[in-house]
Every structure is written in structure tokens, then in C-alpha cells.
């Protein structure tokens, strides 16, 4: 099966984790194009979704499904997003599309994390994937020095030759080099560095399912 066909299969098997009346929580991403298709085909059995990108917002509504916004509802029985990388504990790297902030805000407000990913996702050590931190524009040299002193080289993503500007207006950082065997205590350290507004590290809100598409069909890891 093609890394497309296997997106498509675990955004289509992370249905069952919809409750019928419920809101559900979207994360961002290519695999999670896949789910908002899937979630179409149910769009009558829910009230709508809470959106953590712009990107998601407007493949939501351009299929019919009404986006509600993270202040005007209470906790989400299911977030269902993607993953750069997931270890088997359920601790993510994410931020490959941007979204982190808004992917760990609306994670939070969500009883559980159901992440879709094919099976190239799963590794052992987080950090083979450029880690994305969300960093206000002033702070990026400093933080850039941070990370060099613990061996990892940050750079600002670009989109036409000019900073990439999130959703929320920062700027991201991709840091390499780093090899992450305290996801929780990573995360937590970088997240208390003046300027970081979030780092992609998701371990404090990790998933608690993840369905991963392989050659044999969906495998469900449960953490």
C-alpha cells in the first residue's frame, strides 16, 4: 500500500472513536485530511468540530461540517491528530504542519488523544525529526544558542524566502541533532524559556491510542 492509502485507512478507522452528539477535537496535517474526508461521511451524527488550524477550518467547512470555536464549548471527549514521530509510550513530536500551539491547546481540552499515523511514524527515541518549537520572533537567536548547548542546531523554517509565520503570527524554529529519552522532561524544560510559546514535543498531552496503518491493515497501540 502506498503511504497515501495508509493515511486513508487510519483516518478512516479513528471514526469509532467519534461519540454520536459529540464535538470533536481536529488536529492538522495530510493524515488528518483523510480523517476530515472520513468525518463527512458522518458529518449528520455530530454538531461539528473544534479546529486547531486554519488550514483544517476551511477543509471543514468547505465539506459541511460546522467549526466551533476552542473558547465556546467545554471538554472534547476525543482529539484525533497526527504525529511526526510517536515512541511507545504515546509521547509525540509534532509541528511538521505548524500547528503545534493550537494542536496542544485543543489536545488539552480533550478527554482522549487518538493519534493517526503509518507506521513510519513509530520509532524508538524521539528526535530523528526536526523538532518544531513555536518561538516569538525576538527570542530566536537566544533560543538558537539554548538549543546549541544541548548539541542541537535550530534553524527558522522558511516559506519563500521569508520566516514562515504560524497561525498565531511566531515564527518556528526546527531543531536536529537531538536525541529526546526524557520526553517529559524535555518538554517542560524548553517550555519554561522566555520566548518559547510551544515545543513540539507532546509528551504532557501524549496519546492514549494510536492507530498506525501498515501493510496488514490498522494496529492499535494503546498506551
Same mark, same amino acid.
Given at each position: ?8 485507512? #487510519? ?17 492538522? $496535517? ?33 465539506? $459541511?461540517?460546522? #467549526? ?26 509534532? &509541528?511538521? &504542519? ?24 513509530? #520509532? ?21 544558542? +539554548? ?7 535550530? +534553524? ?16 518556528? @524554529?526546527?531543531?536536529? $541533532? @537531538? ?15 522566555? $520566548?518559547?510559546?510551544?515545543? &513540539? ?23
Amino acid at each position: 500500500m502506498t503511504q497515501d492509502e495508509l493515511k486513508a485507512l #487510519v483516518g478512516q478507522a479513528a471514526l469509532k472513536y467519534v461519540t454520536p452528539g459529540d464535538i470533536v477535537g481536529v488536529g492538522t $496535517g495530510s493524515t488528518v485530511n483523510k480523517f476530515i474526508e472520513a468525518l463527512a461521511s458522518i458529518k449528520e451524527h455530530i454538531p461539528g468540530a473544534v479546529s486547531s488550524s486554519e488550514a483544517s477550518t476551511a477543509r471543514l467547512k468547505a465539506l $459541511g461540517i460546522p #467549526v466551533f470555536e476552542a473558547n465556546a464549548v467545554g471538554e472534547l471527549s476525543v482529539y484525533i491528530d497526527g504525529a511526526d514521530e510517536i515512541d511507545a509510550r504515546g509521547h509525540m513530536v509534532k &509541528g511538521g &504542519g505548524a500547528a503545534l500551539t493550537r494542536e496542544k491547546i485543543v489536545a488539552a481540552q480533550s478527554r482522549q488523544f487518538v493519534c493517526i499515523a503509518d507506521e513510519s511514524k513509530l #520509532v524508538k527515541v524521539l528526535g530523528a525529526f526536526p523538532l518544531p518549537v513555536e518561538v516569538i520572533p525576538m527570542a530566536a537567536a537566544r533560543i538558537t544558542r +539554548q538549543f546549541a548547548q544541548l548539541g542541537g542546531l535550530a +534553524q527558522v523554517r522558511q516559506k519563500d524566502g521569508a520566516p514562515l509565520l504560524t497561525d498565531n503570527g511566531q515564527h518556528i @524554529l526546527d531543531v536536529t $541533532g @537531538l536525541q529526546i529519552t526524557d520526553p517529559l522532561a524535555f518538554e517542560s524544560q524548553v517550555n519554561q524559556w522566555p $520566548g518559547v510559546v510551544t515545543v &513540539g514535543v507532546f509528551a504532557h498531552q501524549r496519546a492514549s491510542v494510536c492507530l498506525l496503518g501498515t501493510p496488514d491493515g490498522v494496529k492499535t497501540l494503546a498506551f
